[in-house]
């Protein structure tokens, strides 16, 4: 009786140590939970992340500056092609999510694109710097540049867009797959990873805004490149540097493919009645998934017309094997399910990432007509960006250490807000954001027509009065932009985990898209008849303020939006390894609705 009971106890403790969410270590053998993941991997993860947004928001921060005045582009136009570029690299994490869920994982994911974007970060150096690639300048900010040179320069870019989607969906997830979800403690971790992800991000991008900004308006654009080229280099380097600690997640083979399978399949039983009990629906017996990597999911109520596909009839019966394209378990059905549930939530964040992408657009637009000048040393209007960083740097341990203790006192929820209630905070602040902004623009056209500046550049209205409109966007950010990350992360299906945040990024990459379109509206609607228009490449003349007062009502019905289809989502069940009785996400969320 006795050498039972040590065996039972001896037995308990041996798989106390290893993982029960299906992570490997990267010999393949099962994760041990003492050796492998947790904060012993995290630094070299939150470091790649780190030199990347450095490399990333080093290139991009001043693009629309560069086209301008390095290919001399018209303001629109320069607007449009960052908004496009922005999109894109938002939009290619939907492939690097696939490649990575389906077939490589998402380490092997990062590496080889990481590789890529090294290469497009390398060619955009050699395009600013070589003689014969690099556009011929007249003087100072006014150069022209060759048909061929313009290619070579978007060859570039858009190599670097393309490198940056098998980057994005992967990195917040692999740094959260590091934590298990089945041990109490580590998911209690994984909450604060992201905050913390989100600050690695913003300590690169401090830098890119702040001093590579400089370099390349002070010193030269072939340095202001080749620095976050080098950033990008040391980026792999951090990455490859953990591969013994990492926790790897196995591919679970094509998520697509599983969804298509659900969709087919309940069409074609679209006659057959459901039954009363959801016992009776297919599930395989074993205690594992039948989709490697991921867990079983408990069934749900919403979307019963779904449920078809895991309807056993006679004929599924009559053969030997099961053909998913007729029948699939509860989990295939329900990973269907969470995915579409996800699509309302995620609508609602390309509007307030629309207003984001006026921090790299329009507000850098605004102020190259304000006085950028600190006393005898001149700003550079793309650096006023810092102070978004600044934002959330300062607010991500405030929220982390003090907001979350104290909110939990009166919500009860673990992490003070749920993560829709998160989100739903940045929204509304997003809206003081585009105020802000609309109210400088106001004063600053009224000092232009007290004084008839109308075509003076520089407006004596310092640039630092922008400073507002970064900072609250910044403060935005880290409510909606981080929980969001957990959102999406915590949602999705085990196996659809690098999908889902691909998701996320693409409400980013058509908030560009949104710009770039509300852009060409604006500009048709208010020129007709002759007139101005809002938005000339003179901002003296233009309504730049209509604008972003548009962009505030459009963040206000967005909230509202937002506001009903929060209410009515139920967090996802998922069943632990070795664990028969079905585990919320949050276990608490659903009491707190939104």
Partial sequence: MRMNLKNNIAMAEEEDVYTKDGTVDYRNKPANKKKTGTWKACPYILGNECCERLAYYGMSTNLVYYFKTQLSQETVTASKNQSNWSGTCYVMPLLGAFLADSYLGRYWTIAIFSII?????????????VPGLRPICYEKNKCHSTDSQTAVFFVALYLVALGTGGIKPCVSSYGADQFDDADLIERNYKNSFFNWFY???????????????????????GWGFGVPAAAMALAVVSFFSGSRLYRYQKPGGSPLTRICQVVVASLRKFHVTLPAEKSL?????????AIKG??????????????????????????????SWKLCTVTQVEEFKSVVKLLPIWATGIIFSTVYNQMSNYFVVQAMSMDTYLGKMKIPEASLSVFDTIAVILWVPVYDRVLVPFVRKFTGHKNGLTQLQRMGTGLVISVFAMVSAALVEVVRLGIVKRHNLYNSKDIPMSVFWQIPQYMIIGC??????????EFFYDQAPDSMRSLCAALSLTTTALGSYVSSLLVIIVTD?????????????????????????????????????FLIVARTYKYKKAINKDDPVPMMAND???????
């Fill in 294 to 323: 991921s867990r079983k999911l408990a069934h749900t109520n919403d979307l019963r017309f779904f449920d078809r596909a895991a309807v056993k009839t006679g004929s599924d019966e009559n053969r030997g094997s099961i053909n």
């Fill in 199 to 221: 600050f690695s991000i913003n300590i690169g991008a401090l830098v890119a805004s702040s001093l590579i900004v400089w370099i390349q308006q002070d010193i030269s654009w």
């Fill in 588 to 594: 608490d969320d659903n009491k707190l609705a939104y």
């Fill in 525 to 561: 609607i208010s020129t007709r008849n002759g007139k101005m228009g809002w938005l000339t490449d003179n901002p003296n003349y233009g309504k730049l303020h209509y604008f972003f007062f548009l962009l505030s009502v459009l963040s206000v019905l967005n909230f509202f939006i």
């Fill in 117 to 129: 974007y090294v290469c497009g970060m390398t060619l955009l150096t050699v395009s600013a710097s």
């Fill in 476 to 485: 935005a950010e880290v409510f909606t932009f981080i929980g969001q990350l």
């Fill in 281 to 289: 629906l297919y599930e395989t017996a074993e205690a594992e998934s």
